[in-house]
């Protein structure tokens, strides 16, 4: 099953479904309903850092076994077995061989391949830089055109060079064997594939879509926070959970991005470790919330044990204890750009 949302809409659908939980008070003490919406305890929306669905699942439809295929024409609405991913040809020899291209400055096509690393620079994403890659030529009319033809050449001319850079690493993609964990939860559950970021630029901005569905003009992550956070005059989502008495927790990997909104002594924020401990029923951990925000810059399964991450239904992700099902929690996990 394919899912098409933006942040705004994700966080619209993170208030709805918790809202329909029931009364105020923690989690724990809730006795849901049978069946329906209320049988959720836990919404989880996990967010992560800089990567698009070509370069991490891009593949998906060459996968061993994968439920999706792709097609010439693009997908059909109906089709929810159509994935909008790489086009690819398979070649026992060399792997994956895909026509998707972005151009040199000198006009030569660069074609998407097989990343051989998992270490790569950040690339670029801020305002300027963001807009031209998806219009080199006309940075200023991606609102009506946005044919994504700069890429290769915006990341060469800032030549990114940390130690771990490849040639145009801006093409690269992950397939099973690099990510098995990934791409066994996209043949299980829902994804979406047609994802985009609310504003072409970076963090802050997008996540302040995420959190008060608007940037109100903000477009760097370099503005400095005024103390005790903004205030937008539409409040955020965190309002909305409390004006319904909605138990929620922000749990970082850093700093959490509530900050941004509140103060850091937000008795609402917690440490990313809070979380694994909750979730996998560790003893003496304090249970989670109705809605629980995870804000992480390295990928979110670094951080699930190694042993958590066979592929055994009974313990697959964030399933981690007897207590703790996906049919009662839903989780979510995206990138904020």
Not at 312 to 327: E, K
Request: charged share 15%; aromatic share 10%.
């Amino acid at each position: 099953m394919k899912l098409h949302l933006t942040h705004m809409q994700l966080a619209l659908i993170v208030l709805a479904a918790a809202y329909s939980g029931g009364s105020a008070g923690p989690a724990t003490q809730i006795s849901p309903p049978a069946s329906g919406l209320r049988k959720v305890n836990h919404i989880i929306v996990v967010m992560m850092e800089n990567h698009s669905f070509d370069n991490y699942l891009g593949a998906l439809a060459y996968a061993p076994g994968s439920p999706y295929h792709v097609t010439s024409g693009g997908c059909s609405d109906q089709d929810h077995g159509c994935v909008d991913g790489l086009s690819c040809r398979m070649d026992s020899v060399s792997g994956l061989t895909c026509t998707n291209s972005n151009q040199e400055s000198d006009g030569t096509p660069v074609a998407a391949f097989h990343a051989i690393s998992r270490c790569v620079a950040d690339l670029a994403h801020n305002w300027p830089q963001v807009h031209q890659e998806e219009n080199f030529n006309d940075p200023n009319a991606t609102l009506l055109s946005s044919p994504g033809d700069g890429f290769v050449r915006v990341n060469d001319a800032i030549q990114l060079d940390k130690g771990m850079e490849t040639p145009n690493q801006t093409m690269g993609f992950y397939t099973q064997d690099d990510l098995p964990f990934d791409y066994d939860l996209a043949q299980k559950f829902a994804i979406d594939d047609r994802y985009f970021s609310s504003v072409l630029g970076p963090t802050q901005p997008n996540r302040f879509y995420f959190m008060a569905a608007t940037s109100f003009g903000h477009v760097t992550t370099g503005d400095p926070v005024p103390a005790g956070g903004y205030k937008p005059i539409t409040g955020t989502i965190f309002d909305l959970l409390d004006g319904r008495q909605i138990t929620w927790a922000d749990y970082s990997q850093n700093s959490p991005q509530g900050g941004a909104f509140r103060p850091n002594t937000d008795p609402h924020f917690f440490p990313v470790q809070d979380f694994m401990a909750a979730a996998a029923g560790s003893s003496g951990a304090v249970p989670l919330p109705q809605v629980v925000f995870v804000c992480i810059g390295a990928k979110f399964t670094r951080l699930i044990p190694r042993e958590l991450r066979e592929f055994r239904p009974a313990r697959h992700p964030c399933a981690l204890s007897g207590r703790f099902a996906f049919r009662q929690a839903p989780l979510r996990i995206t990138h904020d750009r």
